[in-house]
Each structure stands twice: as C-alpha cells, then as structure tokens.
C-alpha cells in the first residue's frame, strides 16, 4: 500500500511532529461508542435488568441475544440488536465476547436491512464492537465494508454518522484503508463533511483524515470535490471544524489537482486569514499548508504575497511555534524571491 512521505505529529498511529503539536488528538473528534437514542423510558428497567443480568452470566445472555438477530420476527431482531449495542457500549470485555459468540454476521444482515431502524440498529452495534482492536479484522473480513458504505449512503442521520465512524474503525487497520476507499466510502463521507450536521462533519472529518494516508484515497477524496468544503470549513474560525478541514488539507496538498482546486476555491485568502488572527496550532497548519502550494509555482506565490500575507507571516516568524517560525521564515523568502532555487531546496528540506 502506497503511502506518501508525512509530516511528523502522532494521531492515530501516525507521526506528525512537524508540526509541534504535543496533543493532536484535540483536533480530531474520535469516533468512541454510538451516540444514537438510548432504548424508550418505559424500557428502562429492562435495560437495567439486561446490565444486572450481563454482570452475573453474560455469556449465556449473549448467546440468547445472537440467536434473537436471527429470529423470523422484526421486533425481535430490532430488540437484541439495541441490546448487543447496549452490552458493548457500557462494557467493553463484552465486545470479544459478543464477537466471539456469532454476533458480527448477523448484524452485518442487520446493516442491509430496508427497516431504516433495524439498519440503524445494525451499523451501531458493528461500530460498538468495532471499538475493540481484536474484531476490526474479523468485522472486515465477514463483509462489512460494504454495507456500511451502504448504509453511509441510504441510512438515516445517525444510521450515517455511526456507519462513517464503524468505517473510520475499521480503517485503523491499514490493510482495510484501500478496501474502503475502492468501495465508495470517499465521496459518501466528502458529502457527509458537506451536508451532514455538527456531528456528522466532525465523523467524516476523521474517517477521511485515517483513510487519506494512503495516496489513492487521497486522489478519490480531490476527484470527489473535498476542497470546496474543507476551505468553506476553515474560513468558519468560531466553528470547531477549522484544525479538522486544516489537517485534512495538510494531507491532500502533496498532489497537483489539491492545489490548483484550493486555489480555485478561494482557500489562500482563507489561510492567510488564518495565520492573521488564528490560534497557533492553526498558524502553523496553515503556514505548512501554503509552503507546499508555493515551493513549486511562482504564479501561486504571487498570488499568496498579493493577499498579503508577509505582514502576518513576519509576525508568525517572531512570535510563533519553533516550527512555525521557521517554516514562516522560508516562506518570507520565497514569496520575495519566488525565482529562487535555493529557496525552494530549503523548503523541500522542510517539508521532510
């Protein structure tokens, strides 16, 4: 699986402390257990009986429940799916298990149901058991992918956001990364990050970032129109989706078409913008960002000097993040001599 040359801050396995960033985990929303409605109020002494019940003999009431995913009635099915949900989100030693038991085929049927609840039902319990290491292999390899891209497709609100997080699960194995993307997942979670809600941008925002390690979901990702987006996300400083879109930019602007389209779509105002008045991990997301667009096209560095970005630049150089000043320094010099090939060999250094 090909992969391209990174900048070196850890996220998900992943190194990226180039760009200074001690807690990168703050910029993504991790996909953790399903964050659908709970069973009804007139159900909760059942769910509290079903915990109670699972602490004393959680094996024999799993098996219980896995015979019910396969039971001929709807309402069955329905109810020992939320409760296999219920199990594996409160306890997590319950998710081997539930694996173990027979759960993961039946409830990937679940996923390809036409009842929306029952789908929905389906894909949250995958993702809740998709949180245990030991069963994303095994949740692949019994055929989930698919349906999932389905479900990310034709499902409910939050039949999508809990299927774009069972799919960010299961890309953390890196051999499912391209699986997933050459099953339509990219253009499904790029119109997820566009349209969907808080929740559902900040879904997408992670599963594309996981899944755009690998350099042919990276170019299915720009075909499928991520900029136009990722840009509009970044010019909202006040929302929470701006180191989000930045660092999934920061991925995509290695390739040609990633930076013609974010020039195309406004995005150099945008991050000059942001080395102005934005917060310092963000200064220094979005100075990596332009390095790479202007270390190869002088037309993109006239372009960027126009917006005026020297002024903030020469302060990011002064006040800013070790690697922010230096990254800010090379980028001074290019736009004041952007004929200069030295220059240009020291930016490729930095970019390292």
């Given at each position: 699986?090909?992969?391209?040359?990174?900048?070196?801050?850890?996220?998900?396995?992943?190194?990226?402390?180039?760009?200074?960033?001690?807690?990168?985990?703050?910029?993504?929303?991790?996909?953790?257990?399903?964050?659908?409605?709970?069973?009804?109020?007139?159900?909760?002494?059942?769910?509290?009986?079903?915990?109670?019940?699972?602490?004393?003999?959680?094996?024999?009431?799993?098996?219980?429940?896995?015979?019910?995913?396969?039971?001929?009635?709807?309402?069955?099915?329905?109810?020992?799916?939320m409760e296999i949900r219920l199990l594996a989100k409160n306890k997590p030693e319950n998710r081997l298990r539930i694996a173990k038991a027979g759960a993961v085929k039946?409830?990937?049927?679940?996923?390809?149901?036409?009842?929306?609840?029952?789908?929905?039902?389906?894909?949250?319990?995958?993702?809740?058991?998709?949180?245990?290491?030991?069963?994303?292999?095994?949740?692949?390899?019994?055929?989930?992918?698919?349906?999932?891209?389905?479900?990310?497709?034709?499902?409910?609100?939050?039949?999508?956001?809990?299927?774009?997080?069972?799919?960010?699960?299961?890309?953390?194995?890196?051999?499912?990364?391209?699986?997933?993307?050459?099953?339509?997942?990219?253009?499904?979670?790029?119109?997820?990050?566009?349209?969907?809600?808080?929740?559902?941008?900040?879904?997408?925002?992670?599963?594309?970032?996981?899944?755009?390690?690998?350099?042919?979901?990276?170019?299915?990702?720009?075909?499928?129109?991520?900029?136009?987006?990722?840009?509009?996300?970044?010019?909202?400083?006040?929302?929470?989706?701006?180191?989000?879109?930045?660092?999934?930019?920061?991925?995509?602007?290695?390739?040609?078409?990633?930076?013609?389209?974010?020039?195309?779509?406004?995005?150099?105002?945008?991050?000059?913008?942001?080395?102005?008045?934005?917060?310092?991990?963000?200064?220094?997301?979005?100075?990596?960002?332009?390095?790479?667009?202007?270390?190869?096209?002088?037309?993109?560095?006239?372009?960027?000097?126009?917006?005026?970005?020297?002024?903030?630049?020469?302060?990011?150089?002064?006040?800013?993040t070790i690697r922010a000043k230096k990254k800010a320094e090379t980028l001074i010099e290019l736009l004041r001599q952007p004929r200069s090939g030295n220059i240009a060999?020291?930016?490729?250094?930095?970019?390292?």
């Amino acid at each position: 699986m090909e992969r391209e040359n990174e900048s070196n801050y850890s996220y998900m396995g992943r190194d990226f402390s180039d760009l200074s960033i001690n807690d990168a985990s703050m910029a993504f929303s991790d996909c953790n257990s399903d964050r659908s409605g709970e069973f009804s109020t007139d159900s909760s002494e059942r769910r509290q009986l079903l915990i109670a019940c699972a602490s004393e003999n959680s094996d024999e009431l799993i098996r219980q429940l896995v015979s019910g995913l396969e039971s001929c009635s709807t309402e069955e099915r329905k109810q020992a799916a939320m409760e296999i949900r219920l199990l594996a989100k409160n306890k997590p030693e319950n998710r081997l298990r539930i694996a173990k038991a027979g759960a993961v085929k039946p409830l990937i049927s679940l996923i390809s149901s036409a009842d929306p609840q029952l789908q929905e039902y389906g894909v949250t319990a995958i993702l809740n058991l998709s949180l245990c290491d030991e069963n994303k292999e095994f949740i692949a390899s019994s055929g989930a992918i698919k349906p999932l891209v389905r479900a990310l497709r034709t499902g409910t609100s939050t039949t999508k956001e809990n299927a774009a997080c069972a799919l960010l699960r299961l890309s953390q194995v890196d051999e499912n990364k391209i699986p997933i993307g050459r099953s339509g997942a990219i253009p499904l979670l790029v119109n997820l990050l566009e349209t969907g809600a808080s929740r559902g941008k900040k879904d997408a925002s992670t599963a594309l970032y996981s899944l755009c390690s690998v350099k042919e979901n990276k170019i299915r990702a720009v075909k499928a129109g991520i900029i136009k987006p990722l840009v509009e996300l970044m010019a909202d400083l006040e929302s929470s989706m701006v180191d989000k879109a930045a660092y999934v930019l920061g991925l995509l602007v290695s390739l040609t078409d990633a930076k013609a389209a974010l020039v195309d779509e406004g995005g150099i105002p945008v991050l000059v913008e942001i080395i102005e008045v934005g917060s310092q991990r963000q200064k220094e997301i979005a100075v990596t960002i332009l390095l790479q667009v202007c270390e190869d096209n002088v037309v993109y560095r006239a372009m960027v000097a126009r917006e005026g970005a020297i002024p903030p630049l020469v302060a990011l150089s002064q006040f800013g993040t070790i690697r922010a000043k230096k990254k800010a320094e090379t980028l001074i010099e290019l736009l004041r001599q952007p004929r200069s090939g030295n220059i240009a060999a020291r930016t490729s250094e930095l970019s390292v």
